[in-house]
């Protein structure tokens, strides 16, 4: 499955308009401090990944995420119905390695798509600064939804 995903050809590609895609990393940035700590995401076209360690329930995270988002994607797209796909998918990182690894991943799978040359010169991805990588003490999940 995460082969389909990274190859950012299937399913809809409405995050690939740069003003959803802005917006969700937006959203994205928002909740920082609020609902979690960010540590990595990246918003493809199809799909989003985050590495967040949550300082609410993780159903809440996705699910205010889910409903921002969704709302403001449908009205910028003159949309109604669902934006997102109904299930999230989100697991609990063990050890620092882990999490390194999958902060890797995250920032890294444009480049594996082929979107960018590097990491940084995809626009919405952590792989630019965000001030407050690596916080490992308390392990994060990650969610991709």
Do not use: C
Request: no cysteine.
């Amino acid at each position: 499955m995460d082969r389909i995903l990274d190859d950012a050809r299937t399913g809809p590609l409405y995050l690939r308009m740069p003003k959803i895609a802005a917006m969700v990393v937006d959203a994205i940035r928002y909740r920082h401090q609020r609902h979690y700590q960010l540590h990595a995401y990246v918003v493809m076209p199809n799909h989003v990944h985050m590495l967040v360690t949550p300082l609410v329930e993780v159903s809440k995270v996705t699910q205010s995420l889910k409903r921002f988002t969704g709302l403001e994607g449908n009205r910028i797209l003159a949309h109604t119905g669902p934006f997102w796909q109904r299930e999230s998918y989100d697991r609990l990182v063990r050890d620092g390695d882990e999490f390194t690894k999958i902060a890797n991943y995250i920032e890294n799978n444009p480049v594996k798509a082929r979107l960018a040359p590097t990491a940084e010169e995809f626009p919405w991805t952590s792989a630019r600064p965000i001030g407050n990588r690596p916080q490992v003490g308390n392990p994060p999940h990650i969610g991709v939804w």
